[in-house]
């Protein structure tokens, strides 16, 4: 062991220059994967975050020991959300007894507190003591409002009559604990328990985001909200691993290409199997956990840059983001692993046969059977819906991906028999017997791009079409549960005359609507607002791009998932075809040299070389495009938009700049090592 | 005097290293020279010179009168593609490409249609001894076999003048000299002129005349020509 070690050592530094630049590219694609390996479980761990810390504002109804009161409803400042949480603590005998104001729940939610009255269960906190809300130091007495520091400088900023008088008597700012994200705007509002707005009816419609509950503690569970964002992150999270994975082996590959020369010529002196084995996967491993640990770094410092990132109309608290211990050391520990086991992998090959590397023999066929799992798994597509569960969707898109790069060799092989078969000028000719000879390694070439395609077209068909941006005309609704309509327009008028806002105000059935004018701007609607809040209690007026704010935000957090996804993805994608270009112009460099010494032009190596990248890429692009529809359509909302049509032609168009790109990048490598006269292999 | 390719006062330097210290040499038409030499002695440098591969940092080379190695590198790459012929040690084979279109390779990149290329590349194959090796790979051939493919490939053009640097080098003895004989043969019979650096005095001894190279100077001529 210690002589292997010791070996691989010498091997590494060793190796020379052109020997040590292949070390160097496994290393920087090991950090560039393990950096973006990290963000991609990070963001999961995030939005979990997120979800646990917004989850005392959805209530959970108590079944015994209820010591308060809680209710969430949405209001609006400009065209931002704001969360008004209101909170009531019940009275020691109160809460024993269990009784339940009247009318606090609504149909079809279990009221709080049915326990036997005069059995105190054990575990509920002491009479007069209620627990505090995360963030707060206290439970807020009645009257008391709490802001975020968000809404407290926003509440700053505006005039007093459009947001700051909507809460006369400010004790204080909601810590972090209490908010998703540091953008977020909460009020929490204390209220005496038989106040109206604890106690009037609400309905359970979108703008009250959970009727007035009883809760025994701020548990709480994580809103239908959090959950969806958690689903999107995770489906995020295996669209970018695979390519990551996909990377990493290439990378692994990258030491073993460049060492199984000498390897098996080491083999052919005599060292046995398991010391060739032991030397390479030492020597992998070394590398891998320097590049990891360097990715861990590299992460480290993009978070700052990453926690800006908005999501949910906010950005990120820098705790979020910081992989937790464990999920670093396991990330420091699979990721070396992964690549030694993919260097035996490659290597295998070598040990097993001495000469297989030495002779070039042609390598073992690529089977059908692969193209066949394929469709086996894109048969199981239309069975999905969106109702499936969502462990199944992920290994179902997963699968499909998986087998896209299984096929991808097969196809390659395929391309290359036709293009070899159908070439007349010389370039075009090589390009596809190289494809034929070795279609893995044209593969890892352009695999990452194309599977790019596969995300591309997942995403471009799931991209919902934009809503209308017309803000719809200057009018707020707020409807009347209780009491009549009439007198809720009465006081309205009234309000709304003080505030110095003009105003038709009438009733239509149980809604007052207050018609602003054309020419309120979104000054007028905030004093408006600011004029009727607390006309029917535990309810906001709304505008009409009010009621549509949240699926604004979902669009837009949708396209920036995108975004960051197929950044990622063309990040690897580019990066990986840049190494394998410039990794098999290092293998094949003393054939290109000779060549060149013989008079073939460098441009015929160079056109031969794009043709072997372009040509797949086109194929196995446009395919992986087509899976990654067909894979979209059970989740499409309606029909297809030009956003996603957009996102999906600008995708293509990187795609092939990006390859032509790195391609071309490794070209004066491609003149260095043919400009040498007398070549030998190493 | 006719002279196919002359090398005059030809010199060169790696850092303090000298090369060549001006080496004059000529060849006729169809003759095969033979330059041996120790080990780092200026026989791979000379060689290269005269191919126009490299520029010699004094000295001229000539090809049928005209001055070859103040031309530009595209120009020179022409020349070797289509006035020269190489065979190297081992490696200039495509392991991809089957042996005919190795062969082949060279009237393509000439513009020669590629079915006409491939059925003038067949031709060879009968001549060298490789019947039914035309489309196996490099990989399945024998070093030898790969060898006479490569001076196939160097021949298919019809060159001025072959260049071999150690075409033997990489083959066990028999399997060299039957290559060696091949070479020289094939050269010969194709009317073009063959330089060949060797360590082999059997090599040397198949061909016309001998040059001996030691520190980039020439030593002694040998032998006449036959
Ligand atoms: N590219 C080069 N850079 C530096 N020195 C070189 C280079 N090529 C050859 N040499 C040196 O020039 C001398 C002659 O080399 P070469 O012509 O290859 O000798 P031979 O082919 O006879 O073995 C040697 O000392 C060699 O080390
Ligand atoms: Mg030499």
């Known amino acids: 062991m210690k002589t292997t070690l010791a070996l691989s050592w010498r091997l590494l530094r060793g190796g020379g220059r052109r020997g040590m630049l292949g070390t160097w590219l496994t290393f920087g694609a090991v950090a560039i994967s393990t950096a973006l390996l990290l963000f991609a479980v990070s963001a999961n761990f995030a939005f979990d975050a997120r979800a646990d810390r917004g989850a005392w504002r959805n209530p959970v109804p108590a079944q015994t020991g209820a010591v308060a009161i809680e209710a969430q409803r949405n209001d609006y400042v400009r065209d931002r959300q704001i969360t008004v949480i209101d909170l009531a603590a019940l009275p020691p005998e109160k809460a024993a007894a269990g009784v339940a104001p009247a009318g606090v729940a609504p149909a079809g939610v279990t009221p709080a507190g049915v326990a036997p009255a005069g059995v105190a269960p054990a575990g509920v906190a002491p009479a007069g003591v209620v627990p505090a809300p995360p963030g707060l130091p206290r439970f807020p007495a009645p009257g008391e409002v709490w802001l975020s520091p968000a809404l407290a400088a926003l509440a700053k900023e505006l005039p007093a009559d459009q947001l700051a008088g909507r809460y006369p008597k400010v004790a204080g700012q909601i810590g972090d604990e209490g908010l998703v994200h540091p953008n977020e705007l909460v009020a929490v509002i204390g209220h005496r328990p038989d106040a109206a707005a604890m106690t009037a009816p609400r309905s359970d419609d979108w703008i009250v985001g959970s009727p007035p509950t009883k809760i025994a503690s701020f548990a709480g569970v994580a809103s239908e909200e959090a959950e969806a964002y958690q689903v999107l992150a995770l489906i995020a999270t295996v669209l970018m691993i695979v390519p990551l994975l996909v990377f990493g082996g290439a990378a692994a590959r990258l030491t073993v290409a460049r060492r199984d020369q000498r390897l098996a010529s080491l083999r052919l002196i005599g060292a046995t199997p398991g010391q060739v084995a032991g030397m390479t996967v030492a020597e992998a491993v070394i590398v891998a956990l320097a590049g990891a640990l360097t990715g861990a770094i590299l992460y480290g410092v993009a978070v700052p840059l990453l926690s800006r990132i908005q999501i949910g109309g906010g950005v990120w608290y820098l705790s979020d983001l910081w992989p937790s211990p464990l999920v670093l050391a396991a990330t420091l520990v699979a990721v070396p692993l992964l690549v030694g086991m993919s260097a035996v992998a490659g290597l295998r090959r070598v040990v097993v046969s001495p000469l297989g590397v030495a002779k070039r023999e042609t390598p073992p066929g690529l089977r059908f059977f692969r193209v066949l799992a394929l469709i086996a798994v894109l048969a199981a597509v239309p069975m999905l819906s969106r109702s499936t569960s969502v462990g199944v969707i992920a290994v179902v898109i997963g699968l499909a991906f998986l087998c896209i790069n299984l096929v991808g060799p097969w196809v390659v092989a395929l391309i290359g028999r036709i293009t070899a078969g159908s070439a007349r000028r010389p370039a075009r000719l090589l390009a596809g017997r190289r494809l034929v000879d070795d279609p893995r390694s044209a593969w890892r070439t352009v695999s990452g791009v194309a599977l790019t395609g596969f995300v591309a077209g997942f995403l471009g068909l799931l991209s919902p079409s934009a809503f209308s941006s017309d803000p719809g005309p200057a009018q707020l609704r707020v409807t009347v549960l209780s009491g009549s309509a009439q007198d809720a327009v009465t006081q309205a008028k009234e309000r709304l005359s003080k505030a110095g806002v003009q105003a038709t105000v009438k009733a239509e059935k149980k809604v007052v609507v207050a018609a602003l004018g054309s020419t309120a701007d979104a000054g007028v609607i905030d004093r408006a607002r600011t004029a009727l809040d607390g006309l029917t209690p535990g309810r906001t007026p709304t505008t009409e791009s009010d009621d549509q704010r949240f699926g604004m935000q979902m669009l837009a957090d949708v396209g920036a998932g995108t975004v960051v996804v197929l950044s990622v993805s063309f990040l690897v994608a580019i990066a990986s075809s840049g190494i394998t270009a410039a990794s098999s112009v290092l293998d094949r460099r003393q054939t290109y040299a000779l060549l060149r010494l013989a008079g073939t032009p460098l441009s015929v190596l160079d056109q031969a070389r794009r043709a072997e990248t372009l040509i797949p890429l086109t194929v196995m692009g446009g395919g992986a495009i087509a899976v990654g529809a067909f894979c979209a359509m059970p989740f499409m909302l309606g029909s297809v938009s030009v956003n996603g049509l957009i996102t999906l032609a600008v995708c293509v168009g990187l795609g092939f700049g990006g390859v032509i790109g790195a391609g071309a990048l490794s070209r004066p490598l491609l003149r260095a090592v043919t400009a040498d006269p007398a070549p030998r292999p190493d | ?226």
């Open chain 2, 1 to 226: 005097m006719n002279e196919v390719l002359a090398g005059r006062a030809l010199a060169k330097r790696f850092g303090q290293t000298v090369a060549l210290g001006g080496v004059d040499i000529a060849v006729r038409a169809g003759e095969a020279v033979a330059i041996m030499g120790p080990s780092g002695s200026g026989k791979s440098t000379l060689l290269h010179c005269l191919a126009g591969i490299m520029k010699p940092d004094s000295g001229e080379v000539h090809l049928l009168g005209q001055r070859i190695d103040a031309m530009g590198e595209r120009q020179r790459s022409a020349l070797r593609r289509t006035r020269f012929g190489f065979v190297f040690q081992f490696g200039q084979l495509l392991p991809e490409l089957p042996a005919e279109e190795n062969v082949a390779l060279p009237l393509m990149l000439g513009g020669v249609a590629r079915l006409q290329a491939v059925r003038q590349a067949r031709e060879w194959f009968g001549p060298l001894g490789l019947q039914g090796m035309e489309t196996r790979r490099p990989g399945e051939l024998s070093g030898g076999q790969a060898q006479r493919v490569a001076i196939a490939r160097a021949l298919v053009t019809k060159p001025a003048v072959v260049f071999a640097d150690e075409p033997t080098g990489a083959l066990d003895q028999n399997t060299g000299h039957d290559t060696m004989r091949l070479l020289v043969q094939a050269t010969k019979h194709n009317d073009a002129s063959l330089i060949v650096v060797t360590h082999d005095p059997n090599v040397a001894a198949a061909c016309d005349r001998t040059v001996e190279v030691r520190d980039g100077h020439i030593l002694a001529l040998r032998g006449a020509h036959g």
